[in-house]
């Protein structure tokens, strides 16, 4: 009961602090990100004090799921969009079985100009709307500053999302994030292939070249011993899939994450320029779990091989239903952004009914 009065009080206090810090920022800028520095910034202080045990909540023993040689107390992850390692461990103590690093390039980035995130209302329902551009500190950084360290909780896995602007990126990246694990000691690792993301150049062209993306990730394989997915758009066709997933299928430690961010225009939406500053970017909310879950029928009904379904999941009915048709895990973005607690709701419900 104490625990239940917990998670509401918290779930209440976020939503009411987060609606107030963007609308005061509001006044000055539309741009959201404004928002989501200052958001970031006083989770980071809270999570340097003891007040960060205010957000710990248990996740019970009968939901753990093994997935290869890794044990994930919960099959609720964290998807690969934020590096902000005081939301990462914030996920943690909420409730996520692991949490994924985003996507690392091998030189630091800024991204695309800004105003380049949004929401957006779909059928009454939040969605979140970004042209990022992958802005991110590169992987020296992330190997300098001891980041898998930083973001670690009670030996839960932790995904590292990879990407590259060329096959050799690729390449190179995972090389020299496997040679910072193998020395840091770190066994619970996997890694996800980001070969769907819009803003690189190969993020365009691997999700539609099936013999090229093959032979990258076999060499990729040879690279790590850690489990591997591979991240593909939700807009994937089922020959891609099929191709893919008989690929998969004969891999040692291999799987696919369903999927990355729905590719649109900001025409489709109807946001201006002050809104929106790119002529597109990509989709994240409820708007993807048809699709998603479609897919997860697809491989799932005709491989054996471990999927994440990320995209559109939000509660815990979506979320059971992807695992009862397939899913080993299921990944979540918009959600924590809106209201991360619902991962406490979540992990009680699948309790219950196991």
């Avoid at 890794?70 to 943690?92: G, M, R, Y």
């Avoid at 489990?227 to 299928?249: H, M, R």
């Avoid at 397939?326 to 699948?350: C, H, T, Y």
Wanted: aromatic residues 10%; proline residues 4%.
């Amino acid at each position: 009961m104490l625990n239940k009065c917990r998670l509401n009080f918290l779930e209440t206090s976020y939503k009411v602090n987060r609606k107030s810090i963007i609308s005061f920022l509001k006044i000055f800028s539309p741009d959201l990100e404004k928002s989501i520095v200052v958001g970031d910034f006083i989770l980071f202080c809270i999570m340097k004090t003891p007040l960060k045990f205010l957000f710990k909540f248990g996740i019970p023993k009968n939901i753990s799921t093994k997935v290869f040689n890794l044990n994930f107390p919960s099959p609720v992850i964290a998807a690969s969009f934020k590096d902000h390692t005081a939301s990462l461990l914030f996920w943690q103590l909420i409730g996520t079985g692991a949490v994924t690093f985003k996507t690392l390039l091998n030189e630091p980035s800024k991204g695309n100009h800004r105003p380049r995130v949004t929401e957006v209302q779909i059928d009454g329902q939040k969605h979140l709307f970004n042209s990022l551009g992958l802005p991110n500190k590169g992987i020296k950084h992330f190997v300098q500053n001891n980041t898998l360290q930083k973001i670690s909780f009670q030996e839960r896995p932790i995904g590292i999302s990879i990407g590259g602007n060329s096959d050799d990126e690729y390449l190179q990246n995972l090389k020299t994030i496997e040679r910072f694990v193998q020395n840091s000691g770190s066994k619970n690792i996997f890694y996800e292939i980001n070969v769907s993301c819009p803003n690189t150049l190969n993020g365009k062209t691997l999700n539609q070249d099936i013999e090229r993306l093959i032979n990258l990730l076999s060499s990729l394989k040879e690279i790590t011993k850690s489990p591997i997915f591979v991240k593909i758009a939700p807009e994937s066709t089922e020959d891609f899939l099929l191709k893919l997933g008989n690929y998969v299928n004969m891999q040692n430690k291999m799987g696919i994450t369903l999927g990355n961010t729905k590719s649109l225009s900001k025409r489709d939406l109807n946001l201006s320029s002050k809104i929106f500053n790119n002529q597109s970017g990509g989709l994240s909310g409820p708007k993807l779990y048809d699709s998603t879950l479609n897919s997860v029928k697809f491989l799932s009904s005709r491989f054996n091989f471990p999927i994440i379904a990320t995209g559109g999941a939000s509660d815990y009915k979506s979320v059971g239903n992807l695992l009862q048709n397939g899913a080993s895990l299921v990944g979540m973005a918009a959600q924590l952004v809106f209201n991360p607690f619902e991962i406490a709701k979540i992990n009680r419900d699948l309790s219950n009914e196991v």
